[in-house]
Structure formats: structure tokens, C-alpha cells
């Protein structure tokens, strides 16, 4: 029966919104132990919700299917204990057995089951990550992936090998991989790939597994400290990390024309002998060439599209103006000016037409985008955590996601994105899918429910 520490930080709900997000880090200042015990065996085709959630108009509250993670903690620091895999349209996430722990992955509109990995114990947990927090070492997590057009997903511990009372032990990220077209019980992964935790320098808060629009890549999440982020080849098992293009900066993605980094003195982004972004600067940037005074600085990335922030004439802040570029090469797709942008998570549609960041957000097949700050005509802002294929985006009135939070839907289809407060209680999704949206919510019992809701 596997075991572990987990850390008590926010309440769940808040977590689970923020665990996805770009650059967003839990608060962790108390702990507890939690035994991650045999789950409920799984039903191949669950029926439809038992717990019925106060969710947005655009979903059925009673149309769907749910799964109980009983042996999850409540107070579960999280890093993501479900994924999607937007082109197979199945949600994937970690349960356990009397053998260990093992990967599920579902079809999203069905919830049949499509396969689930043999069981696996994963790499002993630390007792603390040496972060600036200290929070205990998270359980085994779950991400998606594409390599060479094919998806994959991918189970990941962070843990230590070989550890005793004399040898401290290897401590590594070890990533299992397994292809999303798999079926079956017990599937094995195709391949198991241990990353040494000496290629990133230790002190960092939040470990990150991730594709961002280009592969899978490893990242522990600090401002102004992932000097060695690796991208990962799930095919082959080999390793790139930003090394000499980290030298002086910090890695934000890699692609197969280089490293995208950002400078530690002005956060501005470049490839390195490749392109910088003052190359490209938004209409209207005051200074765009003077990278010294903060323009171009690196907001986010998701889908392979990069956020930076830049000074213009107009807007109360000092950088009100928000661009969208291609993240592989720097060139500008589109760019607002905003009275008060904040940021907060890095979001984009299942299909990829719609992205924010913050209280950003763009309509990429129309290249326009929207402010949902505070401001003359507006008492809050409107932080988004998801969008559907349709361009509803949702999201709270806080920066950080806490229970009880007042939000919002808006839709940035509609050309005018005049967020709509929703009632009181209302739960956000997730994720969003094709046809469904993924709801992560505390079970009446225990542990965390999973509920996946279709569209009306």
C-alpha cells in the first residue's frame, strides 16, 4: 500500500483552480500525513452524477459521470491530479491499488474506460523539498503530451532512489509514458525516464511537468531561478536542457529552434543568436527598442503562444499594453492595451483559438483581444482559469481561488466580452474539453471528486 506525506496549504478547491495555471505556486505553511490507500475499483462505464453541482448554464449538472478519488487528502497540495488530452478527448488521472499507484485514463463524454497502467511505486518521497516554503514532497502526478503529432500521457513522481541511513540517495523526477491510443488493464509504459534532480539547482517552490505547445518539459516554478528547465523527447527518452542558453537567464520553453529564455535583470524574452523581442514590438509601445526599461517582459506561454507586457502612452500602470507573439519565433500575432492588466493564470482553449493571461484574453482567429480588469466602468477584475472551444471563459474575482470567491463567465466570441457574474456557489471547470468540461471539487465523503459534465 503506498504511503506519503502531502502538505496542507489552501482548501482544495482553490488549489485545484490554481494547480494548472502558468507560473502559479501553492502556499504551503501547514502539514499533514495522509495514506494513499486502496481506491474503490473503478467502474468500466461509471453512471451519470450522484452528486449533483451548482455549475454554469452551458453544462449539465445532471449529465455526465463522476469518479471518487477516495484516498486522496483533502487539503491536498496540488500539483495536477488530472489531465486531458484534448485530441483523443479523454481525461487521465492517478488512482491507486493495493500494488501502488496507477494511471486511468477515460473517455470524456462516456467515461468508459480506455485503458489503465499497471501498478507502479514510484521513487521514495522526501521528507521536505529544500523550497523557499518547504512544503512536503506532492504525491504522483499526471500531464499530457505531443511528440511527432501522436499523444501521450505521461505519470510523475519526484522522489529519492537508493536512500538510506548512510546514503542520502539519487534524487530524480522519474516520468512514465504510456500512449494515449493504449487499452486495456495493467498497460506497461512504453518507456521510463529518470531525470537527476542535479540538473536544476535545489531551492526551488514548485516542480512543474508540462507541454506548453511544444513537448514536454520539467520545470521547478520560482521567478527569476529556472536556470535549468529540460524538455523531454517521450519517444526516445532524451534530454535537452537549457544549460549554456541558461547561462545568464531563464528558460521558459524549448523548441526545435532553440531555447526561449528570459533575462534576470528585465525579464525580457529572446532566443538566444536567434531573435529577441523588441524585434517585433507592438503598435503603440512607448520605448520599444529600449528593452532596459522593461519592455518586452515575459507574462506567460500556453499552445505555443507567448504573453509579454510593455509600456505605452496610455493606461494607469506602467505596462499596459499586453502583446501576443509566437513563442518558436518571436513574431507578433496581436496586442491591447489595458487600464490595469493583472496577471494569474496562462489559459487557452481546447482548440486552441482563444488564450489569456490574467485579465487578458484573445480571440486568435480574429485577432482581437480583451481587457477584463477593474476600471472606470468596472468595480472588479476578472481573473480567467478556462475557456471552452466556444470562447465562454471563466473566472474568479480574486487572484488567487479560495472558497466561497465570487465569478464570472465572459464570452470572447461574442466581440464586446461583457463578463457575466454567476450565482453564488457556482463551481468552475477546470479544464475544458470538446463536449465537457472537468469540475474538481472536495467529495461529500472523502477525498476529491472528479466530475466530468457535458455540454447542454
Not at 499497471?118 to 499526471?142: C, D, I, R, Y
Not at 470538446?434 to 469540475?439: E, L, M, R, S
Request: with cysteine; aromatic share 6%; net charge negative.
Amino acid at each position: 500500500m503506498p504511503k506519503t506525506k502531502a502538505a496542507a496549504s489552501a482548501l482544495l478547491a482553490g488549489l485545484l483552480l490554481a494547480g494548472c495555471g502558468d507560473g502559479s505556486s501553492p502556499d504551503s505553511k501547514n502539514e499533514h500525513t495522509a495514506s494513499a490507500g486502496p481506491s474503490a475499483k473503478a467502474s468500466p462505464t461509471p453512471e451519470g452524477p450522484s452528486v449533483l453541482l451548482t455549475v454554469p448554464s452551458q453544462y449539465d449538472p445532471g449529465k455526465g459521470w463522476q469518479q471518487t478519488l477516495s484516498w486522496m487528502p483533502k487539503n491536498y497540495s496540488a500539483q495536477p491530479l488530472v489531465a486531458v488530452g484534448t485530441r483523443s478527448d479523454t481525461v487521465a488521472h492517478v488512482n491507486t491499488t493495493e500494488d501502488g499507484y496507477v494511471v486511468q485514463v477515460r473517455d470524456a463524454t462516456t467515461g468508459k474506460i480506455r485503458f489503465t497502467g499497471e501498478p507502479w511505486e514510484p521513487p521514495a518521497p522526501k521528507e521536505k523539498t529544500n523550497s523557499l516554503f518547504g512544503h512536503s514532497v506532492q504525491l504522483p502526478s499526471v500531464s499530457t503530451t505531443v511528440q511527432n503529432g501522436r499523444e501521450y500521457v505521461v505519470l510523475w513522481a519526484h522522489g529519492v532512489l537508493g536512500a538510506d541511513a548512510l546514503d542520502k540517495g539519487k534524487e530524480i523526477v522519474r516520468l512514465l509514458v504510456y500512449p494515449m491510443n493504449a487499452s486495456g488493464s495493467a498497460v506497461a509504459p512504453t518507456r521510463e525516464i529518470d531525470i537527476p534532480v542535479e540538473l536544476f539547482a535545489l531551492g526551488r517552490d514548485y516542480l512543474r511537468v508540462v507541454d506548453l505547445g511544444t513537448g514536454l518539459q520539467v520545470h521547478w516554478e520560482a521567478r527569476n531561478t529556472d536556470k535549468e528547465a529540460v524538455a523531454v523527447n517521450v519517444t526516445n527518452g532524451t534530454l535537452d536542457h537549457c544549460a549554456d542558453a541558461c547561462s545568464e537567464s531563464i528558460g521558459r520553453l524549448w523548441t526545435d529552434k532553440g531555447w526561449v529564455v528570459s533575462d534576470y535583470s528585465q525579464d525580457t524574452v529572446s532566443m538566444p543568436k536567434s531573435w529577441h523581442i523588441t524585434d517585433d514590438a507592438p503598435p503603440g509601445a512607448k520605448y520599444a527598442q529600449d528593452s532596459a526599461s522593461g519592455n518586452g517582459a515575459y507574462v506567460g506561454i500556453t499552445g505555443g503562444h507567448l504573453f509579454t507586457r510593455w509600456k505605452a502612452e496610455s493606461g494607469s500602470v506602467m505596462h499596459p499594453l499586453t502583446a501576443l507573439h509566437d513563442a518558436a519565433t518571436g513574431k507578433l500575432e496581436t496586442s491591447i492595451v489595458c487600464d490595469r492588466p493583472s496577471e494569474g493564470d496562462t489559459v487557452s482553449s481546447p482548440n486552441g483559438r482563444f488564450v489569456a493571461s490574467g485579465t487578458v484574453a484573445f480571440d486568435l482567429q480574429q485577432r482581437s483581444g480583451f481587457c477584463l480588469d477593474a476600471g472606470k466602468e468596472r468595480k472588479a477584475s476578472v481573473y480567467i482559469r478556462s475557456i471552452t472551444d466556444e470562447g465562454i471563459a471563466y473566472g474568479g474575482l480574486d487572484h488567487t481561488p479560495r472558497e466561497g470567491e465570487e465569478t464570472a463567465e465572459v464570452d470572447l466570441s461574442s466581440g464586446t466580452a461583457a463578463p457575466a457574474l454567476l450565482p453564488e456557489g457556482t463551481v468552475l471547470p477546470h479544464l475544458t474539453l470538446k463536449n465537457t468540461g472537468v469540475f474538481l471539487t472536495p467529495s461529500p465523503d472523502d477525498g476529491v471528486l472528479i466530475s466530468v459534465l457535458r455540454h447542454k
